[in-house]
């Protein structure tokens, strides 16, 4: 008998065969009010769920009895309940590795755009405000050169580290859970305590997941140790920011500019203070996404939830 499928995240054609020749799929386009009735409705019957962007938590999880395994179509998992699906013996698995280059692409787009004003002085051109040769008032900083510091130096890290040391010439800091004496041969980087890497870096880059350790953990002190010259970037999770401080470091002058791919509240809020400060680029959460990085992160999720429904051991596991 064929396992019950739900998806809430559409699927290529290539793939939504591949999973329906052995499973029956019950599709959920969009997770708006009616989508979410839908998910309810087919929870009791479904013995896997795969998408994305979905907080699964014991309430949602208590609809689905028969459920065997999770994919997210995802490397972060802080959308999980990890400890109740493991006590209900759910397999989750995740995406890893699959989109850590177009990740760190996204984060070095952040870096070069915050820099040099890419999004600001595009606007300004658009707006027909070139009409003279332009002054230092427009001109942004340098990226080569300049200290690249990483918060929490996994996968996403390291390519951006990739990227700083070979591509730009950056020397290389670090804070993460431990030292890496590979990464730091690799990139000639070095270890820093986290308040030591806020004060000493240029370009201070979040790439490190949500966790309840990790929650809110750059806050006002944090702002406080950066320098007016910093700039920010975060293509981690917007909850490990305290949005509000970081707001009123970017008021203040405490930090130069902000790249953000995430926020606190994710679509982010039309009335955010963010989307009226100049030295600001905000991007929808596309760190992942473009056509063949997504393409990637959907297959692997439907081969881990394939292996995971037959018995076997997926490829990603995460509990
Ligand atoms: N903006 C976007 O679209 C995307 C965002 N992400 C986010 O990036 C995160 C990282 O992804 P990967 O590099 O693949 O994960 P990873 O697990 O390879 O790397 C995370 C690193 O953070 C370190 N870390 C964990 N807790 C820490 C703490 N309390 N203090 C210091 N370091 C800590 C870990 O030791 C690890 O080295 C994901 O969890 C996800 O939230 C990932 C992909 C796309
Ligand atoms: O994979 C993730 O964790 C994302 O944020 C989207 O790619």
């Known amino acids: 008998m064929?396992?019950?499928?739900?998806?809430?995240?559409e699927l290529s054609?290539?793939?939504?065969?591949?999973?329906?020749?052995?499973?029956?799929?019950?599709?959920?386009?969009?997770?708006?009010?009616?989508?979410?009735?839908?998910?309810?409705?087919?929870?009791?019957?479904?013995?896997?769920?795969?998408g994305a962007s979905l907080k699964l938590d014991a309430r949602l999880l208590d609809l689905a009895p028969k459920l065997e395994a999770v994919a997210s179509v995802s490397v972060g998992v802080d959308n999980y309940d990890i400890d109740y699906l493991s006590k209900r013996k759910i397999q989750l698995t995740n995406t890893p590795g699959v989109l850590t280059e177009t990740t760190a692409d996204t984060g070095f787009a952040l870096i070069m755009a915050t820099a040099r004003r890419v999004v600001e002085l595009a606007i300004k051109v658009r707006n027909g405000q070139w009409q003279k040769n332009i002054g230092p008032e427009w001109f942004g900083?340098?990226?080569?050169?300049?200290?690249?510091?990483?918060?929490?130096?996994?996968?996403?890290?390291?390519?951006?580290?990739?990227?700083?040391?070979?591509?730009?010439?950056?020397?290389?800091?670090?804070?993460?859970?431990s030292?890496?004496?590979?990464?730091?041969?690799?990139f000639n980087a070095q270890y820093r305590s986290l308040n030591d890497l806020l004060q000493e870096a240029d370009f201070i880059c979040l790439t490190l997941p949500l966790t309840a350790q990790t929650e809110g953990l750059i806050g006002a002190q944090a702002f406080a140790l950066m320098r007016p010259e910093s700039i920010f970037i975060n293509i981690a999770r917007g909850k490990v920011v305290d949005e509000a401080a970081m707001i009123q470091a970017l008021q203040q002058g405490q930090i130069r500019a902000a790249g953000l791919d995430v926020f606190e509240r994710e679509p982010l809020d039309a009335n955010s203070p963010l989307l009226h400060m100049d030295n600001v680029v905000a991007t929808p959460h596309i760190g992942s996404a473009t056509v063949e990085t997504r393409e990637a992160m959907a297959r692997c999720a439907v081969d881990n939830l394939l292996a995971a429904l037959a018995g076997e051991r997926p490829a990603n596991p995460v509990n």
């Open 2 to 9: 064929k396992k019950h499928v739900v998806l809430y995240k």
């Open 13 to 50: 054609e290539p793939l939504m065969q591949r999973l329906e020749a052995q499973t029956h799929v019950t599709l959920i386009k969009r997770l708006d009010a009616q989508g979410l009735e839908q998910l309810r409705a087919a929870l009791p019957h479904a013995h896997g769920l795969l």
């Open 141 to 177: 900083t340098d990226v080569h050169g300049k200290t690249l510091g990483i918060i929490g130096m996994g996968r996403i890290g390291e390519a951006l580290a990739q990227r700083g040391h070979f591509g730009f010439g950056m020397p290389v800091i670090y804070h993460s859970n």
């Open 179 to 186: 030292p890496k004496p590979a990464v730091e041969a690799r």
